[in-house]
Nanobody
């Protein structure tokens, strides 16, 4: 059984930082592309960042230069470091795993990130 367990969300002030973690089990980590998606109230779910097993990454234009995705094959964990957070980053963030950068096979539970003063 595949499980993606997300942690690290919360409330942060504008300009602050948060790091999300996604611990995977029941899946061969290096065989998948790992990603983070988010969904803000009233908006469609969108890709935030993805990373392949060889370290190739892709980011949404809105987070480039502020967010960094990384994976730790030894710990079966993927991270999303979020810096210079803005109120428009407020959303529920989801961890994903899939066969390609654009196809998602598995979703983790969401974690709320709220950026507000």
């Amino acid at each position: 059984q595949v499980q993606l367990v997300v942690s690290g969300g919360g409330l942060v002030q504008p300009g602050g930082s948060l790091r999300l973690s996604c611990a995977a089990s029941g899946i061969i980590f290096r065989f998948y592309v790992w990603g983070w998606y988010r969904q803000a109230p009233g908006k469609q779910r969108e890709m935030v960042a993805v990373v392949t097993s060889d370290g190739s990454t892709n980011y949404a234009d809105s987070v480039k230069g502020r967010f960094t995705i990384s994976g730790d094959n030894a710990k079966n964990t993927v991270f999303l470091q979020m810096n210079s957070l803005k109120p428009e980053d407020t959303a529920v963030y989801y961890c994903t795993a899939g066969p390609t950068m654009t196809v998602v096979a598995y979703w983790g539970q969401g974690t709320q990130v709220t950026v507000s003063s």
